[in-house]
């Protein structure tokens, strides 16, 4: 009998793309991030409320709204360390380095959190 991780792994893999890119970039920041630097950090067209909806309907993010500078965030804790366990070193540094070149290039940056 499969895991509870190994499920929600499972549904990550077989979410589109341009979503998991979203829910893996969610899962490594840890905490909210807006709509915009998540788009502009993976990759993601701004217009990409189709790889949010996939989400918001499989329970994986929770959106803020419709803006893009509304926030987005990993639904739930086991979600988010299930895709971040999943996601090795290089890929994760490499996430996070683009997320703070989409933060500094919005004007938002806070180190802090990154």
């Known amino acids: ?3 509870l991780n ?7 893999n ?5 979503a998991r890119r979203l829910l ?8 909210p991030v807006r709509q ?3 788009f502009d950090a993976t990759g993601v067209s701004r217009d990409g409320h189709d790889a949010l909806g996939v989400l918001r309907m499989a329970n994986m993010i929770h959106v803020g709204g419709e803006s893009l500078r509304d926030e987005i965030q990993v639904f ?5 360390r299930t895709v971040a366990s ?4 290089k890929d ?5 380095q683009r997320l703070a070149a989409a933060l500094e290039a919005s004007g938002r940056a806070d180190p802090a959190p990154i």
């Open 24 to 31: 893996e970039t969610g899962a490594i920041a840890g905490h």
């Open 1 to 3: 009998m499969a895991s």
């Open 14 to 18: 077989s979410l589109p793309e341009p």
């Open 86 to 89: 999943h996601v090795t070193l």
């Open 6 to 12: 190994e499920m929600l792994w499972d549904r990550v």
């Open 76 to 80: 739930d804790e086991r979600v988010r």
């Open 92 to 96: 994760a540094a490499e996430c996070h």
């Open 36 to 38: 915009a630097d998540a």
